[in-house]
């Protein structure tokens, strides 16, 4: 079977990944230091506990595993947080990711899907974005996905590493039997927030901004789900280890949805009313973020099929609902 080392496998994306990766024939081997990722959700495959500030850790696990591709999801994720601690955003995502290639490098492992965002964007000239839109991120987070893209697109053209670097706009909903959900602490990602408030555990969702030039003023995403994203990334590697091509692919639906059509959607899921008050918009935030899909469609053939907003809601509900995991 082929191994294949996730870093960050024990978080949100990454382990509705693995559960993908298992499925598709692959053998995953997790590698977290559990910062913000969990136990629980290491099912199909072993926990390598470690850090990526460790080469030596790095080495050890590619070598043990005998890892063929590396899929790295680990990183900082928050993008208001990078504004205030960029320190940590560059140490974690672009020393740390060094760290990783050149340990790659080391023991000979030449495929690499990396998470990269659509924050490598900044503020679109165009609407839907393609990949060749320029590149001016506006967060800290954003430059430090940026700087690692052009870091591994180097490493490939130098050294025949083989790479995807997977641009996902808004991850969002759960796995569809149920088995794992997005637990970020602190949360910051619009559909759990709204669904916490709906449920109690928060008193109310804030609307950052009600005046966007968009039709009902509240600002607009492109909302992806997370077993889509999953099925995007076996492709990829799959893709790479037959000799495809290296890209930077955008992992989108094509199709924007407002703050406000989320919140109608919870209600309808739900058939509860969500709490939200109105308040201004947050430094930085574009008004419409939609991805042009056309280049994975294309290259993977991948299609998103559980990405309309109502099955996204409707899985991340039960997620929101269902006993919590400790660990
Ligand atoms: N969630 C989204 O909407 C979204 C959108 C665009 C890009 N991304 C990117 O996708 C990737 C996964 O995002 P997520 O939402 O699953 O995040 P997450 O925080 O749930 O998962 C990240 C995992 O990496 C681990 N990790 C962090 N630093 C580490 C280190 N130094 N060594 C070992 N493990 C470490 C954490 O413990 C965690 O399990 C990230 O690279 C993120 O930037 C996410």
């Known amino acids: 079977m082929t191994r294949v080392l996730v870093t960050g496998g024990a978080g949100y994306v990454g382990s509705h990944t693995t559960k993908a990766l298992a499925r598709a024939g692959f053998e995953p081997v997790v590698f977290d230091n559990l910062s913000a990722g969990h136990r629980w959700a290491v099912r199909w495959g072993a926990l390598v506990e470690g ?18 591709g590396v899929l790295h999801f ?60 320029p590149l001016r991120p506006t967060s800290a987070y954003g430059d430090s996905k940026l700087i690692m893209e052009k870091a591994i697109r180097w490493y490939g053209e130098a050294y025949g590493l083989r790479w995807a670097a997977l641009r996902y706009f808004n991850a969002a909903g759960a796995d569809a039997e149920g088995e794992l959900g997005e637990e970020h602490d602190p949360e910051t990602h619009l559909i759990p927030l709204v669904l916490q408030a709906t449920i109690g555990r928060r008193p109310h969702v804030e609307v950052l901004g009600t005046d966007y030039p968009t039709p009902d003023g509240t600002a607009i995403r492109d909302y992806v789900d997370v077993g889509d994203l999953a099925e995007a990334h076996v492709l990829a590697l799959r893709s790479l280890m037959e000799g495809g091509k290296s890209l930077a692919m955008n992992l989108g639906t094509g199709q924007g949805h407002s703050v406000r059509e989320v919140i109608a959607a919870v209600e309808r899921v739900s058939k509860l009313k969500v709490p939200a008050r109105d308040a201004a918009r947050r430094a930085g935030d574009p008004p419409v973020l939609v991805a042009d899909p056309a280049r994975a469609a294309e290259v993977l053939g991948w299609k998103p099929r559980h990405s309309q907003l109502d099955t996204i809601v409707e899985s991340a509900w039960k997620w929101s609902v269902a006993p919590k995991h400790s660990g």
């Open 51 to 68: 850090d990526l500030e460790d080469p030596a850790i790095i080495r050890q696990a590619l070598a043990g595993s005998k890892a063929e």
């Open 74 to 133: 680990a990183a900082s994720i928050a993008v208001g947080e990078s504004m205030t601690n960029p320190q940590k955003y560059f140490r974690n995502n672009v020393v740390n990711t060094l760290h990783l290639l050149d340990a790659m490098l080391e023991c000979g492992v030449k495929n690499i899907v990396f998470s990269s965002s659509a924050a490598v964007y900044g503020n679109p000239e165009t609407t839907p974005i393609p990949e060749d839109h």
